[in-house]
C-alpha cells in the first residue's frame, strides 16, 4: 500500500466524527454525520490506495476496515 492508513473516529470533545491519517499529528478534517465522515474517509482512502478504517463511536475499537491499495491475489497463508 502506498499511502498512509485512514481512520475515521469519534471525537467526544467536538461531537463530530475525525477523519486523520495514520501518524498525523493533527485530523484531515470534521464530520457532521457519520455517513459524511466515511464517504470522504474512503474517498481519501481510495485516492491514496491505502486502507481505510473505521472506530466504533462508543469505544472506539476498530469496527469496519477495507483496503483500497494493491492487494497481493491470490493471498498469502
Given at each position: 500500500?502506498?499511502?498512509?492508513?485512514?481512520?475515521?473516529?469519534?471525537?467526544?470533545?467536538?461531537?463530530?466524527?475525525?477523519?486523520?491519517?495514520?501518524?498525523a499529528?493533527?485530523?484531515?478534517?470534521?464530520?457532521?454525520?457519520?455517513?459524511?465522515?466515511?464517504?470522504?474517509?474512503?474517498?481519501?482512502?481510495?485516492?491514496?490506495?491505502?486502507?481505510?478504517?473505521?472506530?466504533?463511536?462508543?469505544?472506539?475499537?476498530?469496527?469496519?476496515?477495507?483496503s483500497?491499495?494493491?492487494?497481493?491475489?491470490?493471498p498469502?497463508?
Open positions: 500500500m502506498s499511502g498512509k492508513n485512514v481512520h475515521q473516529s469519534w471525537d467526544s470533545e467536538r461531537q463530530q466524527w475525525k477523519v486523520g491519517r495514520e501518524g499529528s493533527r485530523a484531515s478534517g470534521y464530520r457532521d454525520t457519520e455517513s459524511e465522515a466515511r464517504e470522504w474517509s474512503q474517498k481519501l482512502a481510495k485516492d491514496s490506495g491505502s486502507e481505510w478504517i473505521k472506530h466504533r463511536k462508543d469505544n472506539n475499537r476498530i469496527h469496519q476496515r477495507n483500497y491499495g494493491d492487494d497481493p491475489f491470490p498469502r497463508g
